[in-house]
């Protein structure tokens, strides 16, 4: 069974950091972008950094220069670097991935992980 599972998230500071990691198991052949999107009640689901297989990352300008996305492409594993934190930072943060497995290219989520940032 092909999963994502986020782990990291917690209650910090205003100011604070966290790092949150997306690990993904299964029969998995190729990925190719791993990304990072944060809910919170009543919003949509928004981006927070996207970073490809190859090529440059991008990032939503609210966590421009605060945020960091990386990944170990050996272990199927992304990373969100979160520093600086803000109170509107507080979300549900959701991993995504574009997977190649035995049922073709498809889209993958995790079930998320809560962020909190106290002011």
């Known amino acids: 069974q092909v999963q994502l599972v986020e782990s990291g998230g917690g209650l910090v500071q205003a100011g604070g950091s966290l790092r949150l990691s997306c690990a993904a198991s299964?029969?998995?052949?190729?990925?190719?972008?791993m990304g990072w999107y944060r809910q919170t009640p009543g919003k949509q689901r928004e981006l927070v950094a996207d970073?490809?297989?190859?090529?440059?990352?991008t990032y939503a300008d609210s966590v421009k220069g605060r945020f960091t996305i990386s990944r170990d492409n050996a272990k199927n594993t992304a990373y969100l670097q979160m520093n600086s934190l803000k109170p509107e930072d507080t979300a549900v943060y959701y991993c995504?991935?574009?997977?190649?497995?035995?049922?073709?290219?498809?889209?993958?989520w995790g079930e998320g992980t809560l962020v909190t940032v106290s002011s």
């Open positions: 995504n991935a574009n997977m190649l497995t035995g049922t073709g290219w498809r889209s993958y």
């Open positions: 299964g029969s998995i052949f190729r990925i190719n972008s």
């Open positions: 970073i490809p297989s190859g090529g440059s990352t």
